[in-house]
């Protein structure tokens, strides 16, 4: 029942807005900074920890995508033989003037 109620609890975080969550995470780490034996001060200090588990998840996330992508394809050597050159071997021709 617990495990059920914990996976239900997820589920909702899940679906909010990491943008939204972090704009309140200094108020949460404020609150949670200025202790009192109090509901209010246990509820920011799980609120503080439920903002920083969803960053903390989707930054393992992101680094597993990103591990998971394949490797740029390096580009193929330019076919005028120009090793090492990033522009074409031009001559300027100056005009004639008689």
């Known amino acids: 029942m617990l495990g059920k109620t914990l996976e239900r609890i997820a589920e ?50 992101n680094e597993e995508v990103r591990k998971q992508q394949p490797a740029p394809t390096p580009l193929p050597p330019h076919k005028s033989g120009a090793v090492g050159r990033k522009k074409p071997a031009l001559k300027l021709i100056k005009p004639d003037k008689t």
Do not use: C, P, T
Not at 30 to 57: G, L, T
């Open 12 to 61: 909702k975080i899940l679906g909010l807005d990491e943008a939204s969550l972090a704009s309140l995470w200094k108020k949460y780490k404020e609150r949670m900074e200025h202790f009192d034996a109090s509901r209010d001060w246990e509820r920011a200090v799980i609120v503080f920890f439920i903002i920083n588990a969803v960053r903390a998840k989707n930054q393992i996330f």
